[in-house]
Structure formats: C-alpha cells, structure tokens
C-alpha cells in the first residue's frame, strides 16, 4: 500500500526559501499515470491547492504561486518536493503531498481526485 | 478560477440522522470532475467520492455523491460516530484545482 510522508524545515524566516520533500514508499514514483501534488492548510481554514508535479517534469502550478513556486521529482530518491521561494508569515500552514491518479482513455486523460495523502508537515513562517 | 460555496457551513445532527451537504460552483465543471474529502481534527483530508458521484475505494456505501454541471451534494445515510467530521468539495476539472470551504457535521 502506497504511503506518503511530508518532511522539512518546520521553522523557515520571512523572506527565506520553505523547502519540503514527500517519500513514496510502498510504490515507485516513476508510474506515469500519477501525478504528485501539495496542497496546504492554515491553522483552522480550508484547503488550497499549490501545483503538481508529474515524472515527465511536467507542472500545473497554482497562479498565485506561481512566481515562488517550483515543484521537481526525484526518481533515484522516490520522492517529490517543494520549494517556495520569498517566504511570509501567510505561508505559515500544514503542507500535505497527495497522489493524483489518472488513466488515458481513447486519448483523453481521465482523472480520480487525489487518492493517497500524506499526514502532513506543520511550516511556520517567523523571525 | 472556480469558486465552490459549500453550505451550509456547519450541519448539526445526530447519530442515525442522514446528512446532505450542498456544493455550488461558479462556472460549470469539466467533465463533472468534483471530488468530497473527509477531514478529520489532526488527520489529513480522506477521498470519499470523485467524478460527482464514483465511492473511493474503501468508501462506505452510506456516502453518495450526485450532482453536475454547478450543483453537487453530497449525502450521508444513517450517521455514525466517526461520520463527525469536516467534509470539503474540490473541482480538478480546470486549473487551479479548486476547493470549497468546508462543511463541519457535528
């Protein structure tokens, strides 16, 4: 069974870069049919989606991200990760990784929500 | 992007009850591609429906999810103990995904 955990620097300084990477274990990442996502949460509001990684190195990113936002996947590693650049105290939230599977129909990509998370890392954006 | 109101906001009932908990989108969803999470105090969101209307693997048979277009819902039968819970709506038919607010049974 495939499982995901979060890892990374808890603490990050304003300004500074939030680096966090997600294993996979129990499965390898290089099946193409999924693609890796982030989506996060502050404390006591909702979800919102950051981007996703798929092993081509193809990305979808969130466009109010964008600009600070890389995603890459590490093969030899089985991992993904995140790098969130110019940090602020509105990044403070916890990051989850979640798998996103998807299967190509008559040439149309057919996808399934996001089926696997990860138990989620706590980031906190302070001086 | 889409915008999902989910209401209402909090739902109050007890065990054995049913629960219909409603999402709206702004725009029409591409291939009705709306998916319902579980999340629990502490715990990472859990699928429970995706596709409008598919049960996750696993899912319990008392979750059902209807709906297209802009309006879904999502019903829960015969409430149980572990049912308590925040339940949250996600479109991942266009870019950015999207997620509702969250609907909290209690």
């Known amino acids: 069974q495939v499982q995901l955990q979060e890892s990374g620097s808890g603490l990050v300084k304003p300004s500074q870069t939030l680096s966090l990477s997600c294993s996979v274990s129990?499965?390898?990442?290089?099946?193409?049919?999924?693609?890796w996502s982030w989506v996060r949460q502050p404390a006591g509001k909702g979800l919102e989606w950051l981007g996703r990684?798929?092993?081509?190195?193809?990305?979808d990113y969130n466009p109010s991200l964008k600009s600070r936002l890389t995603m890459s996947v590490d093969t030899s590693k089985n991992q993904v990760s995140l790098n969130l650049r110019s940090a602020t105290a509105a990044d403070t939230a916890v990051y989850y990784c979640?798998?996103?599977?998807?299967?190509?129909?008559?040439?149309?990509?057919?996808?399934?929500?996001?089926?696997?998370w990860g138990q989620g890392t706590s980031v906190t954006v302070a001086s | 992007e889409i915008v999902l109101t989910q209401s209402p906001g909090t739902l109050s009932l007890s065990p054995g009850d049913s629960a219909t908990l409603s999402c709206r989108a702004s725009q029409s969803i591409t291939y009705n591609y709306l998916a319902w999470y579980q999340q629990k105090p502490g715990q990472a969101p859990r699928l429970l429906v995706y596709?409008?209307?598919t049960r996750a693997i696993g899912i319990s048979d008392r979750f059902g999810g209807s709906g297209s277009g802009t309006d879904f819902s999502l019903t829960i039968s015969r409430l149980e103990t572990e049912d308590f819970a925040v339940y949250h709506c996600q479109q991942y038919g266009t870019s950015p995904w999207t997620f509702g607010q969250g609907t909290r049974v209690e």
């Open positions: 979640a798998r996103e599977p998807s299967t190509t129909i008559y040439g149309v990509v057919v996808m399934y929500g996001m089926d696997v």
């Open positions: 129990g499965g390898h990442i290089k099946i193409d049919t999924f693609y």
């Open positions: 990684v798929h092993i081509s190195g193809k990305t």
């Open positions: 596709g409008a209307s």
